[in-house]
Structures are given as structure tokens and as C-alpha cells.
Antibody, heavy 123, light 107 residues
Framework: EVQVVESGGGLVQPGRSLRLSCAASGFTFDDYAMHWVRQAPGKGLEWVSGITWNSGSLDYADSVKGRFTISRDNARNSLYLQMNSLRAEDTALYYC????????????????WGKGTSVTVSS | EIVLTQSPGTLSLSPGERGTLSCRASQSVSSRYLAWYQQKPGQAPRLLIYGASSRATGIPDRFSGSGSGTDFTLTISRLEPEDFAVYYCQQYGRSLTFGGGTKVENK
């Protein structure tokens, strides 16, 4: 079964850091770009960050640029999101998602989603 | 950044009716790089349509996508009870952005 499973969320104080992880299985991980997408409580979807299959391109939404860092370990079939200088507005459910295009140097749609990991930034 | 505006915000329909959801882009979306997702309460989004009109694996043919340039449409030909949900469009022609969503509710 093709799946991705997020972990690492929790309650964190403003200004602190958190690292999210995503474990992938059921597909050849290093053939696909991967993404983080978040959803604040009661709100819509916001793309946060993406990374191409070979980590050749790392991209971020303006709202997190300079604070968040995406990375992947193809040997471990894992995706990560290092979140620094967290703010209240980063509070959301964070989804890991697989890109739908094979070995693409660009991003596309997202065809496999995890159930998300919740991040709450509050003092 | 390409801004996607979805309308209406809420669509009230009955089972068996036809639903037409709109997604308008602030700039032309190249090569019809537009996708649609369905999200039910407490669940992750599910890919319905990519490339503006291609159905994802396992998606029933009552869902169809059309459009190009700046105007795209998701049509649900006959609503089933399980289709009441929120629908999002997403463009991937230039970076990635999502629309604000359309909620399809049971009238």
C-alpha cells in the first residue's frame, strides 16, 4: 500500500523549533518530489514547501521562507521539515504529500497524502 | 504568485443534482496545470483531477474537469451522498497555490 505517515507535531512556544518527519512506503521514494502542506484550524490548504526527487530544488512559501527547511533522506524513505522561529500563525495540521509526477524536475499535483501531524504554537 | 479564486463559497444541492464549481486564476495557468481535490471533515485531501481534466485513479466518472487559461470548472454530474465535502483547486504552473475552497452542502 502506498502511504506516507507524518510525526513530530506537538505544542511548542513561540520562537522555538520543531522538526516534522514523514515516513514513506509502498512506492520508490527517490523517484518523486515531496511536499509539506498545512491547514490552519477551520481554514483552507496552504502549500508550505517542496523538494525535488534528488534534493536539487528546495522551495518555500513566502510565509515560511528563512524559517523552515525541507530535507529528505532517500536511503531512509523519509522527508523532514525543520521549523524554526515558530509563530502563532504556524499553528496548523501539517500534511506530507507525494508529488504525482515521476522523476520530474518541477512540482505538480499531489496524489498521496498522509493524515497529518498537528502543530500548535502557543505560550 | 498566481491567486486562485473559487466560487461559490458554498453550494447547496440535493443528491442527484448537478454541481458546477469554478476556479479562476489571477494569471494564465500554463499547460492546464490545474488539479482538484476533495476533503471531507477530519480527512486528508484526496486528488480528483489533474491536468485540468484527467481523473485520478479510482475517481468515479461523475467527476469531470474542464477549462484552460484562467478559468477552470469541476463538474459533479449527479451528486451522491458521499460527495458532500469541500473542494479545492490547485495550480502547479508557476510555484504551487491552492484556492480557498468551495463547500458543497446538502440542501
Amino acid at each position: 500500500e502506498v502511504q506516507v505517515v507524518e510525526s513530530g507535531g506537538g505544542l511548542v512556544q513561540p520562537g522555538r523549533s520543531l522538526r516534522l518527519s514523514c515516513a514513506a512506503s509502498g512506492f520508490t521514494f527517490d523517484d518523486y518530489a515531496m511536499h509539506w502542506v498545512r491547514q490552519a484550524p477551520g481554514k483552507g490548504l496552504e502549500w508550505v514547501s517542496g523538494i525535488t526527487w534528488n534534493s536539487g530544488s528546495l522551495d518555500y512559501a513566502d510565509s515560511v521562507k528563512g524559517r523552515f527547511t525541507i530535507s529528505r533522506d532517500n536511503a531512509r524513505n523519509s522527508l523532514y521539515l525543520q521549523m524554526n522561529s515558530l509563530r502563532a500563525e504556524d499553528t496548523a495540521l501539517y500534511y506530507c504529500a507525494k508529488d504525482g509526477a515521476y522523476s520530474n524536475m518541477y512540482y505538480s499535483y499531489m496524489d498521496v497524502w498522509g493524515k497529518g501531524t498537528s502543530v500548535t504554537v502557543s505560550s | 504568485e498566481i491567486v486562485l479564486t473559487q466560487s461559490p463559497g458554498t453550494l447547496s444541492l440535493s443528491p442527484g443534482e448537478r454541481g458546477t464549481l469554478s476556479c479562476r486564476a489571477s494569471q494564465s495557468v500554463s499547460s492546464r496545470y490545474l488539479a482538484w481535490y476533495q476533503q471531507k471533515p477530519g480527512q486528508a485531501p484526496r486528488l480528483l483531477i489533474y491536468g485540468a481534466s484527467s481523473r485520478a485513479t479510482g475517481i468515479p466518472d461523475r467527476f469531470s474537469g474542464s477549462g484552460s487559461g484562467t478559468d477552470f470548472t469541476l463538474t459533479i454530474s449527479r451528486l451522491e451522498p458521499e460527495d458532500f465535502a469541500v473542494y479545492y483547486c490547485q495550480q502547479y504552473g508557476r510555484s504551487l497555490t491552492f484556492g480557498g475552497g468551495t463547500k458543497v452542502e446538502n440542501k
